[in-house]
Every structure is written in C-alpha cells, then in structure tokens.
C-alpha cells in the first residue's frame, strides 16, 4: 500500500497537468483508495474563473465517477507550488465536507512544508445532509 509520502509525489506528477494560464498557481491532487487504486487531479482554469475546477474536487470527482465512495478512500493529498502551503478553497471544503469521512486524512504540501489534516478540522460547523433534515 502507498504511504503518504508517495501519495504526495503522485499529486505532484498530477499538478503538472495543471491548466493554469490566469493564477500561474498550479495544484495537483491524488486519492487513494483503500483497495490501492489512485485517481488524479489537476486545477482547470477557465477565462470564465467559476467555470474552472480546483486539483482536489477533479481527483474526488474522478474517484466518484468510477463508483468510489467515501468508505473507500483512504486518503487525499494536495500539492501547490505556491510559496505558502496551500489549502482547499471554501467549495472545495464544502464538496469534501460530503464526499469524504470526516477522519480521512488530508495531506497537504508545497514540496516545502508538509501537513496532515482532515476535512473535520479545516470546515468545523459544516453544512451538509444533516442540515437540511427536519
């Protein structure tokens, strides 16, 4: 099974598929799920910005599309190259606050700087399907 370290070099081969002509602020994620497949993520810049996608929801989404579930993914890790460590973007919480365990580790790095997290601890207070029930 890959460990975190590899999971961060994977996302850094993925950030060089990056689209990011407007930022210049290139991001690359990995999923591993628990069953040792791995799926990518790349950010999409468009010159419509909203219409673009951040590196981490691509690679969940990826994971997603080809019948993953939460309780099958291991573990997330997100790369810049940004001089700061990068974090995801408020959607993107938002998206991983449902499609991730609240434990699943989140790694994130700028080749620099390394940290674990998880979904819980970047989006306490979260609006997700309990919230909408009565």
Same mark, same amino acid.
């Given at each position: $099974?890959?460990?975190? =370290?590899?999971?961060?070099?994977?996302?850094?081969?993925?950030?060089?598929?990056?689209?990011? /002509?407007?930022?210049?602020?290139?991001?690359?994620? !990995?999923?591993? !799920?628990?069953?040792?497949?791995?799926?990518?993520?790349?950010?999409?810049?468009?010159?419509?910005? /909203?219409?673009?996608?951040?590196?981490?929801?691509?690679?969940?989404?990826?994971?997603?599309?080809?019948?993953?579930?939460?309780?099958?993914?291991?573990?997330?890790?997100?790369?810049?190259?940004?001089?700061? +460590?990068?974090? /995801?973007?408020? $959607?993107?919480? =938002?998206?991983?606050?449902?499609?991730?365990? =609240?434990?699943? /580790?989140?790694? +994130?790095?700028?080749?620099?700087?390394?940290?674990?997290?998880?979904?819980?601890?970047?989006?306490?207070? =979260?609006?997700?399907?309990?919230?909408?029930?009565?």
């Amino acid at each position: $099974m890959m460990n975190h =370290q590899e999971l961060v070099e994977e996302a850094f081969k993925a950030m060089k598929n990056a689209y990011a /002509p407007y930022s210049r602020y290139h991001v690359g994620a !990995c999923v591993l !799920c628990k069953d040792g497949k791995t799926f990518y993520g790349a950010n999409i810049e468009n010159a419509s910005y /909203p219409v673009g996608v951040c590196g981490e929801r691509s690679a969940v989404f990826a994971a997603y599309s080809n019948g993953y579930r939460k309780d099958d993914i291991e573990a997330l890790a997100i790369v810049s190259d940004g001089k700061t +460590l990068g974090s /995801p973007c408020g $959607m993107c919480r =938002q998206a991983l606050s449902e499609l991730l365990n =609240q434990d699943t /580790p989140i790694i +994130l790095s700028n080749g620099k700087e390394t940290v674990e997290t998880n979904i819980a601890e970047l989006l306490p207070f =979260q609006f997700g399907t309990d919230s909408l029930k009565k």
